[in-house]
């Protein structure tokens, strides 16, 4: 085996999804401080004198302790090079966590045990499913109260539709968590918190071992006997296969603030987890271990540097190796370009990098000329990755600059915010850009709009909301567009276009979404943006 594939072959990227407060910032910091990425973990929702989280970085985050933009980190741990992305939890970020999803080869998804399967996980499992990726369960908070192992499991296997397998079992919660089993070795995992040091303390023992009434009790000792013989009893069996094609999720219990159960997770992930996936690009199937680079690019961030007002585009490399001074094709903008300063990236902070491989994710400065979903590759190749879809959007505010000199500034920042697939921009047909109607999958994405149109451009907005809940993208049977006039539409119905110049509806109801499909036969509705434009 060559250098070069054993370097994409030692490669796992996976992206860690959550509800609100389940604690997946804090497990990735714990992933980084196993990996020696850094050396104290940060409090995620700490005061004023304490340290943030590593993986926040955008002053608003800081502010508020959430992650408001996905983050990508890298770290070494046993000889795998791993890419964790970490997107925003809040309910009001999904948008962006799709596109990152885009991007993994597979995902962890962190559950809290007191509450178990949320709004915001269904959604993001959604988006797994789609993709047909492995999902790993960490069920999260075991120090704390918790509900019932297997109400948990049941509810799981329910709500979304998979099969689960208990890796390891949970002896008692809150403050009578004692650790873990490991059902594969049968033995015990006792663990002692030590304070947020690199590895929390660990005694192994056997189930048999005569001590063991002495170190978790004779009363859960009676538990953990009896749940493990009804689990060995009712469980799906173990089949890697299926677990690397997301029928068959293994779940692994512990607790991300004091460390019970991260190190076992992360060694029992590694093993099961795939180096890079192939990607489809049409009727090709592109392969990690293709000698030719390529990549998409999934995200763009602009002023991640407020000094510098600089843009960067985060790119997936799908295959080969990336070398800096080499020349790639942008397949979207038809030329040849080179690459100036790729970074590897650790939250904020950047390392300028030489290399990288497939799996990598990599961070390259853009001067305005990518969009999301874009193909980079190898000169003398001209194939497209299938597109990312656009998710419709659910809240609409009229939105324009309470300062009229200042337009410039207001469509500059507009348009740059809405490139990088934070908000959607839509304009009425035949008009001019004086005012934009703003759509965002979750209203927090509005503050987050007015907060960084004042400190990067210096721009107050007046915002106004819309009562339309649905969006959908229209084509016609001819492929023209369409007239107002031409077509039949409620009161609570609007004709927008976006960006691109892709015509849509806004909708106050979903019955209005019926209602005008059945009298405008010659329109086809679409629910996802991207993918058939």
């Given amino acids: 085996m060559s250098l070069y594939e054993k370097e994409i072959n030692r490669r796992r990227t996976f992206a860690i999804i959550s509800h609100p407060d389940a604690g997946k910032t804090t497990l990735t910091e714990k992933f980084l401080l196993y990996g020696g990425a850094i050396a104290q973990a940060g409090q995620v929702k700490g005061k004023k004198n304490t340290r943030a989280a590593t993986s926040d970085w955008m002053e608003i985050e800081k502010q508020r302790g959430i992650s ?90 329910k709500e979304l539709g998979i099969e689960t397998y208990p890796v390891n079992w949970p002896i008692g919660c809150g403050k009578e968590f004692q650790g873990v089993y490991d059902r594969g070795s049968k033995k015990i995992i006792h663990f002692t918190s030590n304070g947020g040091a690199k590895a929390a303390t660990a005694t192994e023992v056997e189930l048999g071992d005569p001590n063991l009434d002495g170190l ?9 006997t009896d749940e493990i013989e009804l689990l060995d009893g009712a469980a799906a069996e173990f089949d890697l296969d299926r677990v690397r094609h997301g029928k068959l999720s293994p779940v692994f219990f512990g607790s991300a603030l004091t460390n019970f159960g991260v190190e076992p997770f992360l060694e029992h992930f590694l093993r099961m987890t795939t180096p890079p996936l192939p990607r489809k690009a049409g009727d090709l199937v592109i392969d990690s271990m293709d000698d030719d680079f390529s990549g998409f690019v999934f995200k763009i961030q602009a002023n991640m540097n407020k000094a510098h007002r600089d843009r960067i585009a985060f790119l997936r490399i799908v295959s080969g190796r990336f070398d800096a001074d080499k020349e790639v094709y942008h397949v979207q903008g038809g030329k040849k370009i080179r690459l100036s300063r790729p970074q590897q990236l650790m939250a904020a902070e950047r390392e300028i990098i030489e290399e990288a491989y497939a799996g990598d994710i990599i961070g390259v400065f853009d001067p305005g000329i990518f969009s999301i979903g874009d193909t980079l590759c190898a000169p003398g190749k001209k194939f497209r990755f299938d597109p990312i ?70 721009v107050e907005l007046y915002m106004e909301g819309l009562p339309y809940e649905y969006l959908r993208w229209i084509t016609t049977d001819d492929g023209e567009p369409v007239k107002e006039e031409d077509l039949i539409l409620g009161t609570d119905v609007k004709l927008v276009e976006d960006y691109k110049g892709n015509q849509l509806l806004l909708f106050g109801s979903q019955w209005a979404v019926g209602w005008t499909q059945e009298r405008n036969l010659n329109l086809t509705f679409h629910e996802f943006g991207g993918t058939q434009f």
Wanted: negative net charge; hydrophobic residues 40%; contains cysteine.
């Fill in 389 to 458: 879809p656009t998710f419709a959007p659910e809240h609409f505010k009229r939105v324009r600059s309470l300062d009229t000199m200042k337009r410039k500034q207001f469509l500059k920042g507009m348009e740059q915010i809405a490139q990088e697939g934070a908000i959607q921009i839509f304009k009425t047909p035949y008009t001019g850009m004086e005012e934009v109607i703003v759509g965002v999958v979750g209203t927090l994405q509005f503050d987050v709009l007015e907060y960084r149109l004042k400190n990067e451009y210096n």
């Fill in 68 to 157: 408001v933009t996905s983050s990508v980190m890298q770290f070494q741990y046993e000889g795998f090079c791993i890419n964790i992305l970490d997107t925003p939890g809040h309910q009001d970020f999904s948008e962006d966590t799709y596109r990152t999803l885009m991007a993994a080869d597979s995902a962890v998804m962190v559950i809290d045990a007191a509450k178990g399967v949320e709004a915001q996980t269904r959604k993001l499992f959604k988006v797994c499913a789609m993709r047909d990726i492995p999902i790993f369960t960490f069920i999260n908070k075991m120090d704390r109260e918790a509900r019932d192992s297997f109400e948990l499991l049941e509810e799981l296997e």
């Fill in 216 to 224: 978790i009790g004779e009363r859960l000792h009676r538990q953990l």
